[in-house]
């Protein structure tokens, strides 16, 4: 198959994306396929030659440049799509945050009538709006941390005095409280605030990503993923941070936090979790593969934090820890990715 990876862009995660459509792209050449890859931050394209030369490189700094100026624009998406070769026959999206999982791309890829890897636009937009994604999770039953939520006005250049009444603070469980942007990924932009003195500043932190900032009810415990591929839930990852806090660094760090895949805790729990993993995928109505993000409290009780529609697929990423835990190798992860994307009408 002839095959475009979309990857890069320009939200925060630009850098893990480019390792994303790094490892992907070497993946689908070794299952034979026909690769073309697109940085759509930068609308550079690497085919054949090129491609093989860049990836032959360690990391994906060879691809495409790890950073772009602030506020650039994904000024090869749209013209590439409009002008999408007629024999591309599949977009592998690789595009993590921001217009490349939100919806956006998958809309125009609707429009262009080209198939895709993953969720629709729907469940994309729905999955990068964590207050809505809530609404669903308290609809459907699925236990998802308590929140507030708080609009910054609409023009950044006015004041901002966010505040939270003692009521709200005391429905969040007092503090701390978990302060978070509600549109980011990679734990960018997020705080966790232990007194009130503190409180405005996070939401001022929180307010460079976006108007719409969440006050979560912190849940002590542990960080747990459940990974779905095509309507089945890998075994649970166990994230554990080897100081405090799971923030990007430690994400991105090898040897900053230590997995154990399957999660050392009791058999029911993780049932509950496979479980509500798939139910927090369906009730978004995902596609493909999908990452649900927990805590699980010390109590015993899994929360849901978010779901994550293209979820980080370099080789130290969580879904192919879960898939190797399956016996599924990285490429088979991709294939089946590849598979399970539904082909429809021809161009
Ligand atoms: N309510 C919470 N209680 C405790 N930790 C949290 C909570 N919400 C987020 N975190 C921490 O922040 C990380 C990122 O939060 P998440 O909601 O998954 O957003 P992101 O889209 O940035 O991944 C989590 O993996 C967890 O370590
Ligand atoms: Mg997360």
Same mark, same amino acid.
């Given at each position: 198959?002839?095959?475009?990876?979309?990857?890069?862009?320009?939200?925060?995660?630009?850098?893990?994306?480019?390792?994303?459509?790094?490892?992907?792209?070497?993946?689908?050449?070794?299952?034979?396929?026909?690769?073309?890859?697109?940085?759509?931050?930068?609308?550079?394209?690497?085919?054949?030659?090129?491609?093989?030369?860049?990836?032959?490189?360690?990391?994906?700094?060879?691809?495409?440049?790890?950073?772009?100026?602030?506020?650039?624009?994904?000024?090869?998406?749209?013209?590439?799509?409009?002008?999408?070769?007629?024999?591309?026959?599949?977009?592998?999206?690789?595009?993590?945050?921001?217009?490349?999982?939100?919806? @956006?791309?998958?809309?125009?890829?609707?429009?262009?009538?080209?198939?895709?890897?993953?969720?629709?636009?729907?469940?994309?937009?729905?999955?990068?709006?964590?207050?809505?994604?809530?609404?669903?999770?308290?609809?459907?039953?699925?236990? @998802?941390?308590?929140?507030?939520?708080?609009?910054?006005?609409?023009?950044?250049?006015?004041?901002?005095?966010?505040?939270?009444?003692?009521?709200?603070?005391?429905?969040?469980?007092?503090?701390?409280?978990?302060?978070?942007?509600?549109?980011?990924?990679?734990?960018?932009?997020?705080?966790?605030?232990?007194?009130?003195?503190?409180?405005?500043?996070?939401?001022?932190?929180?307010?460079?990503?976006?108007?719409?900032?969440?006050?979560?009810?912190?849940?002590?415990?542990?960080?747990?993923?459940?990974?779905?591929?095509?309507?089945?839930?890998?075994?649970?990852?166990?994230?554990?941070?080897?100081?405090?806090?799971?923030?990007?660094?430690?994400?991105?760090?090898?040897?900053?936090?230590?997995?154990?895949?399957?999660?050392?805790?009791?058999?029911?729990?993780?049932?509950?979790?496979?479980?509500?993993?798939?139910?927090?995928?369906?009730?978004?109505?995902?596609?493909?593969?999908?990452?649900?993000?927990?805590?699980?409290?010390?109590?015993?009780?899994?929360?849901?934090?978010?779901?994550? @529609?293209?979820?980080?697929?370099?080789?130290?990423?969580?879904?192919?820890?879960?898939?190797?835990?399956?016996?599924?190798?990285?490429?088979?992860?991709?294939?089946?990715?590849?598979?399970? @994307?539904?082909?429809?009408?021809?161009?």
């Amino acid at each position: 198959m002839r095959i475009a990876v979309l990857m890069g862009g320009t939200s925060a995660e630009r850098e893990i994306s480019i390792r994303t459509g790094a490892g992907v792209s070497r993946a689908l050449l070794s299952l034979g396929h026909d690769v073309v890859l697109l940085d759509t931050g930068t609308g550079k394209l690497l085919e054949e030659k090129e491609l093989h030369a860049a990836l032959k490189q360690p990391g994906g700094s060879a691809i495409a440049p790890t950073t772009l100026p602030q506020a650039a624009a994904n000024i090869g998406l749209e013209p590439f799509v409009r002008g999408m070769p007629r024999d591309i026959e599949l977009v592998f999206v690789a595009l993590h945050g921001g217009d490349g999982e939100n919806g @956006t791309l998958q809309a125009l890829l609707d429009l262009a009538q080209v198939p895709y890897t993953g969720s629709g636009v729907l469940a994309s937009a729905l999955a990068m709006d964590k207050a809505m994604s809530k609404r669903i999770f308290v609809q459907e039953g699925i236990p @998802t941390p308590e929140w507030v939520e708080r609009w910054a006005p609409e023009d950044p250049s006015q004041p901002w005095i966010p505040e939270l009444d003692d009521e709200e603070i005391e429905r969040l469980g007092g503090f701390p409280v978990i302060v978070k942007p509600n549109d980011q990924g990679s734990t960018v932009g997020i705080t966790v605030v232990s007194e009130r003195a503190k409180l405005k500043s996070a939401l001022l932190t929180a307010r460079r990503y976006g108007r719409l900032a969440l006050v979560e009810r912190y849940i002590p415990g542990r960080e747990v993923t459940v990974s779905v591929l095509d309507n089945l839930a890998l075994p649970v990852v166990e994230i554990i941070p080897e100081v405090g806090f799971y923030d990007y660094e430690h994400k991105y760090t090898a040897g900053a936090s230590r997995y154990e895949v399957p999660a050392k805790i009791p058999h029911e729990t993780s049932e509950r979790l496979l479980s509500l993993g798939l139910r927090a995928c369906r009730a978004l109505r995902c596609r493909g593969v999908a990452r649900v993000d927990f805590r699980l409290h010390e109590d015993g009780t899994p929360y849901c934090l978010e779901v994550n @529609t293209v979820p980080g697929m370099t080789e130290m990423s969580l879904v192919p820890k879960a898939a190797a835990a399956v016996g599924k190798s990285y490429e088979d992860l991709v294939r089946t990715i590849v598979e399970s @994307t539904p082909i429809r009408a021809p161009r």
